[in-house]
């Protein structure tokens, strides 16, 4: 979701350790978020060279239990539930009858029958009013867990040697998780799991305790992080912005999300989606490069499609961008030619992701 106005703004628990450490604060999807800090291009180059911890408090968390956890969300999560090990995590779309993507999300199991899913902050109440509207028929209990954790990311090179530093349990592979106290908060769900291209952990904390765990990993030498370098790290490794990349008028085939979408589980929306995936899509989400400038979302593509996203890499000191194309148009190498404000601006297709650490 793009930045911009809000009335009612919500605040999370780290709100003072942010004003303290001089963050500029905008609305961000119904929350008083930090922007930045330091500024985008230091802060982004602190996570990709050392460490930095991003309070992302604003995501919402749905907790799904009862006998039948499994079957209710495999009927609405893309990916197959079942295939989560325990203490596992997971990434699916949730999707509508027709394909289209109401959001992506992660997915943790806590215990048999026992999940919690983390939603995107502009999409927990939609998120959860489609949770609830599903659950009818299936033996479930489901929690809204919004205010119940706060979270915080931390990602960098360096990032896993810090944050084992403040606890005596060892830090979860990829895609898994482990309970522990954090810099004596206990309780911690500690999980691998991230959003920049980075080795790091993602830490779902009592809100109350997610203050002393941000003070122990800024007095480690992390570096608090805004979203603004959230959203360059995330786009110059390629993730999908819902919002920006990902949207209910379009399905994950041509998002370049199939593979975490098995239609055999019979999800809703999985006929849909079967029916593009044989037939193939129209346009499919490309990574691209400009030669000059910096296209913005909603740019289009001479020719057709759309830019969805874009930005000022600063790993690589170029525009760069994600863009839905016609599929004759989406092979890396391809030149594309794109409006930016009535100027043309040259780009090409490239592989993903657009940052590597060999880049």
Avoid at 113 to 124: G, I, R
Wanted: charged share 25%.
């Amino acid at each position: 979701m793009a930045i911009g106005s809000d009335t009612t703004l919500q605040k999370t628990a780290l709100y003072d350790r942010h004003v303290a450490a001089g963050a500029k604060l905008v609305p961000f999807a119904g929350w008083e978020m930090p922007v930045q800090y330091a500024g985008i291009k230091e802060e982004h180059l602190a996570v990709r060279s050392k460490a930095g911890v991003f309070d992302v408090s604003h995501m919402g968390e749905i907790e799904t239990a009862g006998p039948q956890a499994l079957e209710f969300l495999q009927r609405i999560l893309s990916n197959d539930v079942s295939k989560i090990a325990d203490n596992g995590a997971q990434y699916s779309v949730l999707t509508k009858e027709d394909g289209g993507v109401l959001d992506d999300l992660f997915t943790y199991k806590l215990g048999e029958n026992h999940y919690l899913t983390v939603t995107n902050a502009a999409n927990h109440v939609k998120d959860l009013a489609w949770f609830t509207k599903q659950a009818a028929g299936f033996d479930v209990t489901l929690h809204d867990r919004l205010h119940d954790y706060a979270m915080l990311a931390v990602q960098g090179p360096e990032a896993r040697a810090i944050v084992a530093g403040l606890t005596d349990v060892e830090l979860p592979k990829r895609f898994r998780t482990t309970r522990a106290t954090v810099a004596g908060v206990e309780d911690v769900l500690v999980c691998g799991t991230g959003y920049t291209g980075e080795d790091g952990v993602e830490l779902l904390i009592d809100p109350i305790g997610s203050v002393k765990v941000w003070d122990a990993l800024l007095d480690a030498g992390v570096v608090p992080i805004g979203l603004g370098a959230r959203d360059t790290l995330r786009l110059e490794v390629c993730y999908h912005l819902y919002g920006n990349d990902l949207m209910e008028t379009r399905g994950p085939i041509e998002a370049g999300l199939g593979w975490c979408v098995k239609e055999d589980t019979g999800f809703i929306g999985a006929e849909a989606i079967k029916v593009a995936r044989d037939n193939g899509p129209s346009e499919l989400l490309v990574p691209f490069v400009t030669e000059q400038g910096i296209a913005r979302q909603g740019n289009p593509v001479v020719g057709g499609g759309e830019v969805t996203s874009g930005t000022l890499s600063p790993s690589l000191g170029v525009g760069i961008g994600m863009a839905y194309v016609p599929v004759d148009k989406a092979a890396p190498g391809t030149k594309l030619e794109i409006d930016v404000r009535g100027r043309t601006r040259a780009a090409e297709v490239r592989e993903k992701p657009l940052y590597t650490k060999e880049t």
